[in-house]
């Protein structure tokens, strides 16, 4: 069983104090108590809100932020970004949303962690960031929504799956269409056999390369409490101050092995074949591209294809699953095509376009009060992104590569296994 909850224990703790304060109410006429605390007039009492931190608040994290701020349920009290004009951004947002002069910000996301009364944080840093908070997010009893590419590599993967088994922190990867109603339709229909024996799955990797990562040229470095540097790199390896790194969609801050278009869309697409799989383990056999496909094949024979060309233009992120019987395709439009009408069976399916993440967000939050595991929880998402690292290692070595899954490595195969994870930085650790 997880770890009690600091939620339900400020639950308690306010629950009851409203109530000790609605019963002096009655006894002593000069206090009032505002509906608001007791939860009337459409108001959530105190003990119902999920108190809400955010790390890296940029450009997705507004968005996302956003989302939360929608939830009435959400009191969102503190912002931590290495820049100072996003904590301030931040701030105001934040502080205009709740009427008051509450939300507080931080430099250092040690010092948010720090704080007792917030329940949950929203990751979303830059991807160099994303799994080593999300594990010290953990380690200080908090639940977390945390950006994609959720890891750098398999190494970091496994760590922040066992991690969250560990410490039984409510995790949600930033995987949003598994939340979306035509998504979950198509994964159903694999899943549960409407396809008949599943063969292949389709994912969109938006690009197959795999690259190390360069130096900018060395430009001034901003003061600290302007720009912190040092810590924006964190565990990743020093490199030079130059302006472009804090704005792009970086993968990689230091030596190693960049993601590229496989770990960024494969951070969804991969992530749904891997739902329609039932979530197995990832595949077990990377084979480089070949006209323009990257087979990779499952324990069981299924196969999953990623490709770029060849889709039937249903927006971004499609997918594709195919079994004896059938096959059914989809994508951000919120539209699918069916190789049959009676595949849907009468059913009617809301048609949601655009991959908002509202949903996600609100399948998060339920399960931060309910302790239940959310749809884009730690163990799916991590083999997900390893089934993305492990096809950027083939790409990259520009071979077959075989992964076993019951001992997370490619056996005997020492090129390979090298890149299964990469040293940080002092003084960070996993």
Same mark, same amino acid.
């Given at each position: 069983?997880?770890?009690?909850?600091?939620?339900?224990?400020?639950?308690?703790?306010?629950?009851?104090? /409203? /109530?000790?304060?609605?019963?002096?109410?009655?006894?002593?006429?000069?206090?009032?108590?505002?509906?608001?605390?007791?939860?009337?007039?459409?108001?959530?009492?105190?003990?119902?809100?999920?108190?809400?931190?955010?790390?890296?608040?940029?450009?997705?994290?507004?968005?996302?932020?956003?989302?939360?701020?929608?939830?009435?349920?959400?009191?969102?009290?503190?912002?931590?970004?290495?820049?100072?004009?996003?904590?301030?951004?931040?701030?105001?947002?934040?502080?205009?949303?709740?009427?008051?002069?509450?939300?507080?910000?931080?430099?250092?996301?040690?010092?948010?962690?720090?704080?007792?009364?917030?329940?949950?944080?929203?990751? /979303?840093?830059?991807?160099?960031?994303?799994?080593?908070?999300?594990?010290?997010?953990?380690?200080?009893?908090?639940?977390?929504?945390?950006?994609?590419?959720?890891?750098?590599?398999?190494?970091?993967?496994?760590?922040?799956?066992?991690?969250?088994?560990?410490?039984?922190?409510?995790?949600?990867?930033?995987?949003?269409?598994?939340?979306?109603?035509?998504?979950?339709?198509?994964?159903?229909?694999?899943?549960?056999?409407?396809?008949?024996?599943?063969?292949?799955?389709?994912?969109?990797?938006?690009?197959?390369?795999?690259?190390?990562?360069?130096?900018?040229?060395?430009?001034?470095?901003?003061?600290?409490?302007?720009?912190?540097?040092?810590?924006?790199?964190?565990?990743?390896?020093?490199?030079?101050?130059?302006?472009?790194?804090?704005?792009?969609?970086?993968?990689?801050?230091?030596?190693?092995?960049?993601?590229?278009?496989?770990?960024?869309?494969?951070?969804?697409?991969?992530?749904?074949?891997?739902?329609?799989?039932?979530?197995?383990?990832?595949?077990?056999?990377?084979?480089?591209?070949?006209?323009?496909?990257?087979?990779?094949?499952?324990?069981?024979?299924?196969?999953?294809?990623? %490709?770029?060309?060849?889709?039937?233009?249903?927006?971004?992120?499609?997918?594709?699953?195919?079994?004896?019987?059938?096959?059914?395709?989809?994508?951000?439009?919120?539209?699918?095509?069916?190789?049959?009408?009676?595949?849907?069976?009468?059913?009617?399916?809301?048609?949601?376009?655009?991959?908002?993440?509202?949903?996600?967000?609100?399948?998060?939050?339920?399960?931060?009060?309910?302790?239940?595991?959310?749809?884009?929880? /730690?163990?799916?998402?991590?083999?997900?992104?390893?089934?993305?690292?492990?096809?950027?290692?083939?790409?990259?070595?520009? %071979?077959?590569?075989?992964?076993?899954?019951?001992?997370?490595?490619?056996?005997?195969?020492?090129?390979?296994?090298?890149?299964?994870?990469?040293?940080?930085?002092?003084?960070? %650790?996993?």
């Amino acid at each position: 069983m997880p770890p009690k909850s600091s939620l339900m224990d400020r639950r308690r703790f306010l629950g009851a104090a /409203a /109530a000790g304060a609605a019963a002096s109410a009655a006894f002593a006429a000069p206090t009032i108590v505002p509906s608001s605390a007791l939860g009337r007039d459409g108001a959530v009492p105190p003990s119902e809100r999920v108190v809400v931190g955010g790390i890296g608040i940029g450009n997705r994290g507004t968005y996302d932020l956003g989302c939360f701020l929608e939830q009435k349920d959400v009191q969102f009290v503190a912002v931590c970004d290495v820049k100072q004009s996003r904590r301030t951004a931040v701030k105001k947002i934040a502080d205009q949303h709740h009427g008051n002069q509450d939300c507080q910000t931080y430099r250092d996301f040690r010092e948010l962690l720090d704080r007792s009364d917030i329940d949950a944080v929203l990751i /979303a840093t830059g991807p160099n960031w994303h799994g080593a908070a999300a594990m010290y997010a953990a380690k200080a009893g908090k639940d977390m929504y945390c950006e994609k590419p959720c890891t750098k590599n398999i190494a970091q993967s496994l760590i922040l799956k066992e991690t969250m088994r560990r410490t039984g922190r409510v995790f949600q990867a930033g995987t949003q269409r598994r939340n979306l109603p035509h998504f979950a339709f198509a994964c159903e229909l694999a899943r549960t056999g409407k396809l008949g024996k599943l063969t292949k799955v389709y994912a969109h990797p938006a690009g197959m390369q795999a690259m190390t990562s360069g130096w900018l040229p060395l430009e001034t470095e901003p003061p600290k409490d302007v720009v912190d540097w040092n810590l924006y790199l964190g565990p990743a390896a020093w490199r030079p101050f130059n302006p472009k790194l804090l704005d792009g969609f970086n993968f990689e801050k230091g030596g190693g092995l960049v993601g590229g278009g496989v770990l960024e869309w494969g951070s969804h697409c991969v992530d749904l074949c891997q739902w329609a799989v039932n979530d197995c383990l990832p595949p077990v056999e990377y084979n480089p591209p070949v006209n323009g496909e990257l087979v990779a094949r499952y324990e069981n024979g299924v196969q999953l294809i990623y %490709r770029e060309k060849g889709w039937i233009p249903l927006g971004s992120c499609p997918v594709r699953f195919e079994g004896e019987n059938g096959w059914i395709e989809t994508g951000d439009s919120g539209k699918f095509v069916l190789s049959s009408p009676e595949l849907l069976a009468g059913r009617s399916v809301a048609e949601i376009g655009g991959y908002p993440a509202t949903y996600h967000v609100r399948d998060f939050l339920d399960c931060v009060k309910s302790r239940r595991q959310p749809k884009g929880n /730690a163990d799916a998402a991590c083999n997900a992104h390893i089934a993305c690292h492990a096809a950027n290692i083939a790409l990259y070595l520009n %071979r077959q590569v075989k992964f076993d899954n019951a001992t997370n490595t490619f056996p005997g195969d020492e090129p390979a296994n090298r890149l299964l994870g990469e040293a940080l930085r002092e003084p960070w %650790r996993l």
